[in-house]
Each structure stands twice: as structure tokens, then as C-alpha cells.
């Protein structure tokens, strides 16, 4: 052969197998591609981190509700005012009601569906609660504010919507914008890209893509963000298979979940619906057309056209997308012109709920991380319905704030402070507030700030006496004099009080009424140090507790949740109600996954109990407490304690209601005498706390094995009313003294056989 | 001091049981003594409805939705309900198979109870029933016992 015949049937040959190399290549890189596409589709999962609810609010006829926390729990809500509440969250004033339209939501009893409510609000309580149409309605919900969610290992954020729950008119602008030829093209389309390259080659490189949704949901999903060739020879065939394979509502569908839309902080926006919540505040389906086209106008580029902080640039953006949605008859022109003259109405980032309770999060947050593991609070999308009391956590935030400003003004302050509310009956944590800036995501004080309790262990020893009747009872005298107690290499224990006075022998009553801590050291080191620590354990105490003197009056260190865990058995007569910070976790479906039901231990002798309040009520009457006479309605009978620490460097105050308990800590982060009593700078804050949200008394009725008894001065016998310096005392009949001044009838009621001849008689 | 005590009551008692005899032997008979009211919710309160709906779950058993409506119906409830609605959790609990909670919730609403012996009695049976499925002999028959004392009580 010659050779130059020989040289081009070589080099046709090379040509052949060199394309039939590549054709393999190809098609092996495209049946390889389509393998990728198909399998990595259909077992996409979106990352759908846990998101945490508030607890929902209940309306009900008789509760305790003024209109202006009705009106600030709308706002918070983004209720829309609106002529006849048409629409799921919009509210009107209909004469002296309000209409409302909840919006409906899940639970594990079912849940609520939305609907149109009419209530009657007249002095501070419901006074009407009915179905707008007229019918009866005992109970209501508002559904639950989302106050967070938990994304821990990744950063991605969505709220899932299907494509039946997406407005209409969404759908319609983002495919007049972006693609209008989407339901008629296979993934690409020719006329997108030639336009595309014809633009790219006026202004000399690569500036637009001429990409169709398919394309753009390859991208996001799959391939860098980088506008190369080789990515752009990719993402074509990867959109072709794409289209190949999946429906288009499927692929329309996960387009409007999967794109980016902005970033909040370390958390990246992803999804029409939660790009709703992130700007408007609002769910999705109550958007207007403005805001849909904000939304539309943005996919171009979120931080380009950050309504927050490119508003102009971000109206005009959105003012094209509406002209566009009119010209290709999504929007008439009546409508183009009001949305036009609407202003972009986006919140204020951070004004919602949404991560407005960081310290009540983070406890959730802990209660989650010891029941589930990491992967599926990021990405199960669980539903988590918290206890959180939204008005009662504002109206905590609010006290401390305004206590703390008052004491200590001024940008540089050193005062700070912490608050736990909690509900005894259920065990609920209704409110957590972690530092007097609220908002601040630092140090959870209400968590992790442990410090001395001081005078809030003295019930504990109280409490200790009275489970032994036969030899304490309230009356019983105790030495409110010097006390010195040894201590190893030398040293010597010598409370004193904090009027550097001692009051002599005084009933044990007044010991806690009064805080007495000689009283409280005597009686503590007559029980034994053994017995008080063995009741600091059935209260709820987990923490090492030094079997020193001092921990009599306090020098033990606890957070002021541990108090609150701590007084529980206190509030509820002895029973141990684990707090909880979560009732109920749901799927995505809305399926229940599990409750955290309310359980109670009897860990309190019931009587002994029943007394210890009794005291802690006279504490608020005339004792420690009594500065908060009037702040509370008089009718409401609460009971507590004042706790101040050595060297005034840590002010408390814990106390409960028939319905609700507060624990409120006042002090420095250096721990350095801060000048607060607990009466002076935490009570007030617990005043206001217990005082904004509705109260029930707490009972005094005795328990069986309980009787009210006259007692004399001297603490070992009996009296009668009206004799001299006798008192009336709750006391367990083991207690009852044998001896009596012979003045009046002992019993004050109806107790025994007496009591039985006076009923009769009356 | 105790006989001293005793002395001083006496007088009174005889005169009060005077004055029974004289009553009873009277033309008119000696009207019998009132029963004690029932312990329940109030019709018009709103933890009510929430009892009901409680109970139709229950009845599908539906324990997690019955459980979520008893505890709001807590959460609602006025002065003097929340016995009845621990009583409905501790039956909701022993349902459940869940004796420990059961009897834990029972003593709750034995605490939250009126002087009411009958109710007393019928919530000590409900603890006995707890404690006998914990297999708790012992705390069963003091329970009982406590039923039966006050079933006997005037």
C-alpha cells in the first residue's frame, strides 16, 4: 500500500475507533448519568430539620385574657386585619367581638381544623366564645407559632410544600419569569439557550444561562454553581433524563421546595415555603400577588435582591415580575395596579417567634438530643409541640428586663438575671428566659447558672421537722440565737442573721416566715445534716450535695431550673411531676411519634407537705414576702420563698400558685456582690411574672390527718381562739399536744367529735 | 391535762345528746342527711368538652389522643376539677398498662379530692388495682383497707 494511502486508512481507521471509543464512553457516561439521576431522585430525602412549636392557645369561655394580649398575640402570629376574616389568619373587630379565622393545624389529639371563630373579650376575660355561623363552641385553638428549629450538623432549612398547597398564581409567574415553556419543552429548550449564546457572545463570555426549571433544579440539586462549560455539558443531559423519567409537577414540585432564597445567618433559606416565613411571616398560602412576586423576582438572585437590604433594587425587581405576570394574563391589570402600589411589607429578620426564645429552645433542644439521634432531628421533618406559653414568656422577658433596668440603667450593666415559669399540675416549663436581653443566644443563665440558693433550702428543713409530727410541729419553739458549729482543722460555723440580730426562742413558722437563718441552723443541726440532704434528694436535687452546716442556709449551688425541679413536690403536695419542655413529637404527616405524657410520684409525706406550704403562704402574708401585697389580686393565694446568698450576691425568689410557679435569679456574672436581696430584686420580677398570667389560688383546705389547732406561745399546748397570744396553726394529729391552757376550744373547726356536735348545732 | 380535757367536754356532749333524744322523739320526723353532691366537672366548664372528646377517644382506643385531651382539660380546668381529671389519667394510665404511672396520678387526685368519702374510697380502690398489677401486696391492702374505712364512715 502506498504510504500515503496507508497513512490515511490508518488515520480513518483511528478516526472510526477513536468515535467508536467515545460513543461507548458516551454512552456508558449516559447510562451511568441516567442510573445517577433515577437513583439519586428517587431516594432523595429533603433535609427537613425538627421544628419546634409553642404551645397552642387555648380560648375558652371565663379565661383570663385582656384584648390587648389578644391583639399582640395576633400581631406576633401575623393575623392579617381584614374585613370579615375571610381567609385562614386574617382577624376583624365585628362591634364589641372579634372574628377571627384560625388557620388549623395537627396534633396528636387530632388537632384543629380552620375555621371561623367569633369571641367576646369584656374585663380581661372571654366572655363569648362561638363559631361565626352561631354554633357552640366550648374550646379553641390558635395553632401553635413555630419558635424554632433544631438543625444540628447541617444548615439547610425548609418548610415542605406540596405543589396542591402552592398558590396557583405562584406557580404561574415563577413559569411566565423563568420558563415559559416548561410544559412543553424536555428539559432544555432550544430557543432558551440560543438566545443565551447569542447574549453570551455580544457581551464576550458567559453572562446568562438560558436554563429551564429543569436545568436550574439540576443545578441546584446536583452540579456547582459555577457557570462552565463543562457543568453546562452535564446539565443538559442530566435534564433530559431528568424529563425522561419524572412527571412535570414532580419536577415542578421539587424545584419550589429545593431552591435557594436567601440566607440567615448560618442557616440557608431554602424553599418557597420557608422563604415565606423568612421575609413575609407568614405560611405560603396566605401570600398576596406582591409578595409572590417579590419571591419570583428573587430566584435571579437572593442576595442581589435582598428585599432587607436592597429594598430598591428588590421593589423593582419585584414591580418586573408583576408587569410580566399581567402581560402574560396571570394578573389582571386591576390587580397589577394595587400590587404595584404595595410596599414590599417584609419583617424585620428576627421579629417573628421564629428564634425569638433561645433560651426555652436550648432546653428543648437538650430534652430532644437525649431521646433522638442527630440525622433525624435534621432531616425527618418532626414535628416537636413544645410547652412554651408565648404570653407567658413575654410577660417574663418584660419583668426581668424592666426590674433589672430600674436597678441598674445604662448600657454597661453588671445586673443580670434569669426565669423559669413552669405549670406544677403538668409539669409543663411554660417560660425560660436566660438573660435580661432575651433575644441573646449567649450564656443560658436559666440553664447554667449555678449559684448558691441561700435562704430557698431553709423549706427543706422546715420540711425535714414536720415529717417527724411527733416531735415538730409549725408552733414548736426554735433558738433563734448564736450557734457555733465545729468544723475540721479548727474552724467554726457561726451563721448570723441579716439584721445581725437573734430573736430568742420563736415558733418554727416564723423561723421560715421571717428567714431566720440561727433558727433555721439550730433546727437544721438537731435533725441531723443526713435527714435534710435525704429531703433535698426526694425534692428533686441530682447534684452532690456537701454534707457541710452551710447547706442549711444555702450555701448549696443550684441553676435556677434545678430550683424549679425542686419546689415542684412543693407546689403540687408532695408530688414529683418531671418538667418537661415537650408534649408531643409528630412526623411530617402530621402522625403522632411520641407523647411525653404527665406522670406524678408521690415522693412528700402529704401532711408534712400540706404544712411546709401553708408556711411558705404565711411567708407571702407577713413574712419575707409581703412586699408583693397588692400586685397579686388579694383573692389569689400564693406561697414562696426569698433566697439571698452571702454577701448580697445572688437575690431569689421561688413560688407557686394553685396553677403556676415562677423561680426568678437576680445577680452578677463574676459573682461579685451585686447589692440584691431576694426581696428586693426578685420578688418583684415574680410578682409581675405570676401577676400577667391568669391565677388560681392555692388550696389551704387541710388533707386528711391535718387539723387546725389554737396553740399557745409556748409551743407545747394547746389554746383557744381569742386566749392570749394564741395562734392558729394547720398540724398533723400526731403533733396535737396533750396540754392545754384550759382557755377555749383547741380546734378551731371541725375536727373530731366537737367538730361533729358543732355542725350539728349550726 | 387529756382527763381535764375530757371533763371539759362532757357536759356538752349530754346536752347534745339531749337534745337528739328530744328530737327524735318529736312529732316530726328527723329529716336524713343530704347526700354529698357528685364530684364532676361542670357542665358549662370548658374542661367538659374536652372530658368528652376524651372519652370517645378512649372508647377507639385512641390512648395518645384521649391522653392529649385530659391534659388540657387540666390545663382549663377550674377550682375542684383536677381531681376528677387525674382520676381519668390514672384510668387512662392502667388502660395503658401502665400500673406505676396509674397509681402515681391516682394519689394526685386523691390529694386534689373533696371530703367526699365515697370519691376517696373509689380513687384508693383505683390505687389498690395499681399497686396490685405492680404485684405490690402489701400497699394493695392498705389501700383497700382505706376504701373500705371510708365507705364505713358516717
Known amino acids: 500500500m502506498p504510504k500515503k494511502a496507508s497513512a490515511r486508512f490508518f488515520s480513518r481507521s483511528l478516526l472510526l475507533k477513536a468515535f467508536a471509543v467515545c460513543l461507548v464512553l458516551m454512552l456508558v457516561g449516559l447510562a451511568w448519568l441516567d442510573a445517577f439521576v433515577r437513583n439519586r431522585f428517587d431516594s432523595h430525602q429533603w433535609q427537613l430539620p425538627a421544628r419546634v412549636f409553642a404551645r397552642p392557645v387555648e380560648l375558652y369561655n371565663g379565661q383570663v385574657l385582656d384584648s390587648s394580649q389578644m391583639e399582640r398575640l395576633l400581631n406576633l402570629m401575623r393575623y392579617r386585619q381584614e374585613a370579615g376574616a375571610p381567609t385562614p389568619g386574617s382577624w376583624s373587630r365585628d362591634g364589641q367581638s372579634l372574628l377571627l379565622h384560625t388557620r388549623g393545624f395537627r396534633d396528636s389529639d387530632g388537632g384543629e381544623p380552620p375555621r371561623r371563630l367569633r369571641l367576646r373579650i369584656t374585663d380581661g376575660r372571654v366572655a363569648g366564645l362561638a363559631q361565626a355561623d352561631g354554633g357552640a363552641l366550648p374550646v379553641a385553638r390558635l395553632e401553635p407559632m413555630q419558635i424554632g428549629s433544631i438543625h444540628p450538623g447541617h444548615s439547610q432549612d425548609r418548610i415542605l410544600v406540596r405543589l396542591n398547597e402552592t398558590p396557583p398564581a405562584l406557580v404561574a409567574m415563577l413559569l411566565a419569569v423563568e420558563d415559559r415553556a416548561f410544559y412543553e419543552h424536555h428539559g432544555i429548550s432550544l430557543r432558551g439557550l440560543s438566545r443565551a449564546a447569542l447574549a453570551n457572545l455580544r457581551a464576550g463570555g458567559v453572562r446568562q444561562g438560558g436554563s429551564t426549571l429543569t436545568q436550574q433544579l439540576v443545578k441546584n440539586f446536583w452540579l456547582s454553581r459555577d457557570r462552565t462549560l463543562s457543568r453546562k455539558l452535564l446539565e443538559l443531559p442530566m435534564a433530559l433524563l431528568l424529563e425522561l423519567h419524572y412527571e412535570k409537577n414532580q419536577i415542578l414540585e421539587t424545584y419550589l421546595n429545593e431552591v435557594y432564597l436567601g440566607q440567615d445567618g448560618a442557616r440557608a433559606i431554602h424553599g418557597m415555603g420557608l422563604a415565606a416565613q423568612f421575609y413575609f411571616g407568614r405560611p405560603l398560602q396566605e401570600l398576596e400577588p406582591h409578595h409572590l412576586a417579590l419571591l419570583v423576582g428573587m430566584l435571579r438572585g437572593p442576595g442581589l435582591y435582598d428585599p432587607r437590604r436592597r429594598p430598591e433594587r428588590a421593589r423593582e425587581r419585584r414591580d418586573l415580575v408583576l408587569r410580566v405576570a399581567q402581560s402574560e394574563g396571570v394578573i389582571s391589570e386591576a390587580v397589577l395596579e394595587r400590587a404595584l402600589a404595595r410596599d414590599l411589607e417584609v419583617v424585620p429578620r428576627g421579629g417573628g417567634a421564629l428564634y425569638a426564645f433561645p433560651a426555652f429552645i436550648d432546653l428543648v433542644r437538650r430534652q430532644l438530643a437525649r431521646d433522638y439521634p442527630p440525622a433525624v432531628l435534621a432531616s425527618d421533618g418532626l414535628h416537636i409541640h413544645s410547652t412554651l406559653d408565648v404570653l407567658a414568656q413575654l410577660a417574663a422577658e418584660d419583668a426581668l428586663a424592666r426590674t433589672l433596668e430600674q436597678r441598674d440603667p445604662g448600657a454597661a450593666h453588671q445586673l443580670t438575671g434569669a426565669v423559669v415559669m413552669t405549670a406544677p399540675d403538668q409539669g409543663d416549663v411554660l417560660a425560660v428566659v436566660g438573660d435580661r436581653r432575651a433575644r441573646s443566644t449567649g450564656f443560658n443563665r436559666a440553664l447554667d447558672a449555678v449559684r448558691p440558693i441561700g435562704s430557698l433550702a431553709k423549706p427543706a428543713v422546715v420540711l425535714t421537722a414536720l415529717e417527724q409530727p411527733r416531735r415538730y410541729h409549725l408552733a414548736s419553739l426554735v433558738k433563734d440565737e448564736p450557734i457555733e458549729v465545729p468544723l475540721t482543722r479548727g474552724q467554726v460555723w457561726a451563721p448570723r442573721n441579716f439584721d445581725n440580730e437573734s430573736m430568742g426562742e420563736i415558733p418554727m413558722l416564723d423561723a421560715l416566715s421571717l428567714s431566720r437563718n440561727q433558727a433555721t441552723a439550730s433546727l437544721g443541726m438537731e435533725l441531723g445534716l443526713d435527714k435534710v440532704i435525704m429531703t433535698l434528694r426526694r425534692l428533686g436535687v441530682q447534684r452532690n450535695i456537701p454534707a457541710y452546716p452551710s447547706i442549711l442556709l444555702g450555701s448549696l449551688e443550684l441553676s435556677p431550673f434545678e430550683v424549679a425541679v425542686m419546689y415542684q413536690p412543693l407546689a403540687t403536695g408532695g408530688f414529683r411531676t418531671p418538667l418537661r419542655s415537650i408534649t408531643d413529637v409528630l412526623d411530617l404527616s402530621g402522625e403522632p411519634v411520641a407523647r411525653y405524657p404527665v406522670s406524678a410520684e408521690a415522693v412528700l409525706d402529704q401532711e408534712a407537705t400540706f404544712l411546709t406550704q401553708w408556711a411558705m403562704i404565711q411567708v407571702m402574708r407577713e413574712g419575707t414576702g409581703r412586699g408583693l401585697l397588692g400586685v397579686l389580686p388579694p383573692d389569689i393565694t400564693v406561697a414562696g420563698k426569698t433566697g439571698t446568698s452571702d454577701g448580697y450576691r445572688d437575690a431569689w425568689f421561688a413560688g407557686f400558685s394553685g396553677n403556676h410557679m415562677a423561680v426568678v435569679w437576680v445577680g452578677r456574672d463574676d459573682n461579685q456582690p451585686a447589692g440584691v436581696a431576694g426581696s428586693s430584686a426578685a420578688l418583684p420580677v415574680w410578682g409581675q411574672v405570676m401577676a400577667s398570667v391568669p391565677q388560681r389560688s392555692l388550696r389551704e383546705t387541710a388533707p386528711p390527718g391535718v387539723e387546725w389547732v389554737w396553740m399557745d406561745a409556748d409551743g407545747v399546748r394547746t389554746s383557744g381562739e381569742g386566749c392570749r397570744d394564741a395562734r392558729l396553726y394547720p398540724m398533723m394529729t400526731a403533733s396535737i399536744p396533750q396540754q392545754s391552757t384550759s382557755c377555749g376550744e383547741r380546734r378551731d373547726n371541725d375536727g373530731g367529735v366537737r367538730g361533729w356536735f358543732r355542725r350539728m348545732f349550726n | ?154
Request: charged content about 25%.
Open chain 2, 1 to 154: 391535762m387529756v382527763q381535764a380535757h375530757v371533763q371539759l367536754m362532757w357536759p356538752r356532749a349530754a346536752l347534745a345528746g339531749l337534745l337528739l333524744l328530744l328530737g327524735a322523739c318529736s312529732v316530726q320526723p328527723v329529716a336524713p342527711p343530704e347526700p354529698l353532691p357528685p364530684v364532676e366537672v361542670a357542665e358549662d366548664s370548658p374542661a367538659a368538652s374536652l372530658l368528652a372528646l376524651a372519652d370517645s377517644a378512649r372508647a377507639r382506643n385512641d390512648f395518645s389522643a384521649a391522653g392529649r385531651y385530659l391534659e388540657r382539660a387540666l390545663s382549663v380546668s377550674r377550682s375542684g376539677e383536677a381531681t376528677v381529671l387525674y382520676r381519668e389519667l390514672a384510668e387512662l394510665r392502667l388502660a395503658e398498662n401502665e400500673p406505676r404511672a396509674a397509681e402515681g396520678l391516682a394519689l394526685r387526685a386523691l390529694r386534689e379530692a373533696p371530703d367526699h368519702p365515697l370519691w376517696q374510697a373509689d380513687l384508693w380502690d383505683l390505687v389498690a388495682e395499681a399497686r396490685d398489677r405492680q404485684g405490690n401486696d402489701t400497699g394493695r391492702d392498705s389501700a383497700r383497707d382505706n376504701a373500705e374505712r371510708l365507705r364505713e364512715a358516717p
